[in-house]
């Protein structure tokens, strides 16, 4: 009787060590995709950053191109006279 409950309380022992093992790779793999989404979002604030520097590249070209086609069409008239 007494081998018996000693037994089980063995089986209870294992037990509780696999679902403490079981909650351990559980937290760990939680870890992972938190540090996953931690990079998904260093990702896209950097991806936001480069599209912000592409359109203000894009603003400045446009205003370079404004201004020398502004001198070409000022140039012009006093060319022809």
């Known amino acids: 009787m007494f081998e018996l409950s000693?037994?089980?309380f063995e089986l209870f022992?294992?037990?509780?060590?696999l679902f403490g093992r079981m909650f351990e790779l559980f937290?760990?793999?939680l870890e992972l995709f938190g540090r996953m989404f931690e990079l998904f979002g260093r990702i896209f604030e950097l991806s936001g950053r480069m599209f912000e520097l592409s359109g203000r590249m894009f603003e400045l070209s446009g205003r370079y191109v404004a201004?020398?086609?502004r001198l070409t069409?000022?140039?012009a008239p006093n060319l022809l006279t």
Not at 13 to 17: A, D, L, N, P, S
């Open 6 to 8: 000693g037994q089980m």
């Open 73 to 75: 069409i000022c140039q």
């Open 13 to 17: 022992g294992r037990m509780f060590e």
């Open 67 to 69: 201004s020398s086609s």
């Open 27 to 29: 937290g760990r793999m």
